[in-house]
């Protein structure tokens, strides 16, 4: 187990009970105030300052900050921010002791010369709900699925940034792309608030496009690496779906499309589940990567089947991953 895993288990247990103690102290305050009508409930960051007035006096704290300031998500973003502060004392911790059995030189010497490591893949959700209020219930509980995501994009435009870019996000699970088997490592997670069975909303796709925008100029990211869920697990996902306008984004230069093929001659001995590999499908399961592919290139739906379209198809951008 890695040491920031074995903090996060210290950890979250005590966030866990200091939130219940912020939701039982925030009724009783609520409640003296409703039967005396002498006291006035100001809202989450103000009881949060009677119970943790040592937590705002540590001013160097990243969890100081979040208690100067009021919302209805005070609470959880206090978790965000102690989660934060462990991980910074993790990366103190070095060098961390292990069992390798190196010879280590007596004096260690750290390096001036770092960087953060960034995101290479843009990892595109549907929440499958009809709002986004569930999605952030969710993606705060500490103690559910451990579920998150670090963009959340509901119906009317509005993005919720719940995660640095630069932080690990729990939003592939076990999926694969490629050789990449851990995509949580590698890549930002974006979910948009649809049920999976309707058109994205023009203030959603208008919001995603200029996110987009951003990411791909800050992090470098390449035309190709921006995906679907349902890509990088095809077993387990659909998300975004068949609805979702892969096409009209890689005019704009997220992901990769195919040209007409009407002109395009397949080679005999063009393997079609090889193609799908080089592009970057996992094709263990041969089924799954098909009906991946088709609900992301084609906005097909309908399974797994092959037919020479498809197969030209895939031939076709094959090349392209070339």
């Not at 499908?281 to 084609?298: G, I, L, N, Q, W």
Request: net charge neutral; with cysteine.
């Amino acid at each position: 187990m890695s040491a920031t895993s074995k903090l996060s288990k210290r950890v979250l247990p005590f966030l866990c009970c200091y939130l219940l103690a912020f939701n039982a102290d925030a009724q009783q305050q609520s409640e003296k105030t409703t039967t005396t009508g002498k006291e006035t409930f100001k809202g989450p960051a103000d009881i949060l300052k009677n119970i943790a007035d040592d937590e705002i006096a540590k001013k160097d704290s990243a969890s100081a900050i979040v208690l100067k300031t009021a919302s209805k998500y005070t609470a959880v973003n206090l978790i965000h921010y102690k989660m934060i502060d462990s991980m910074a004392g993790v990366i103190l911790q070095y060098p961390l002791q292990d069992s390798a059995g190196l010879p280590y030189a007596a004096d260690w010497v750290g390096t001036s010369n770092m960087g953060l490591r960034r995101p290479n893949y843009v990892i595109i959700h549907h929440t499958a709900t009809d709002g986004h209020e569930e999605v952030i219930q969710e993606f705060t509980n500490p103690g559910g699925r451990e579920a998150s995501s670090h963009y959340l994009i509901c119906k009317d435009g509005t993005v919720y940034h719940m995660l640095n870019d630069l932080l690990r996000s729990h939003h592939a699970g076990e999926s694969k792309w490629g050789n990449n088997t851990d995509l949580n490592s590698s890549s930002v997670g974006i979910e948009i608030v649809n049920n999976g069975n309707q058109p994205f909303t023009e203030e959603q796709l208008s919001s995603l496009t200029i996110l987009l925008g951003r990411l791909k100029a800050a992090y470098k990211i390449p035309d190709a690496n921006f995906i679907g869920h349902g890509d990088i697990a095809p077993t387990r996902k659909v998300d975004p779906g068949p609805q979702f306008p892969w096409k009209q984004l890689s005019e704009k230069g997220y992901g990769l499309w195919w040209n007409d093929t009407t002109n395009v001659q397949v080679p005999d001995n063009f393997d079609y589940l090889e193609g799908l590999r080089i592009i970057g499908y996992d094709v263990s399961y041969p089924v799954s990567a098909v009906a991946a592919f088709k609900r992301h290139f084609m906005q097909d739906g309908s399974g797994g089947s092959m037919n020479a379209e498809i197969r030209k198809i895939i031939y076709a951008l094959y090349r392209k991953y070339l």
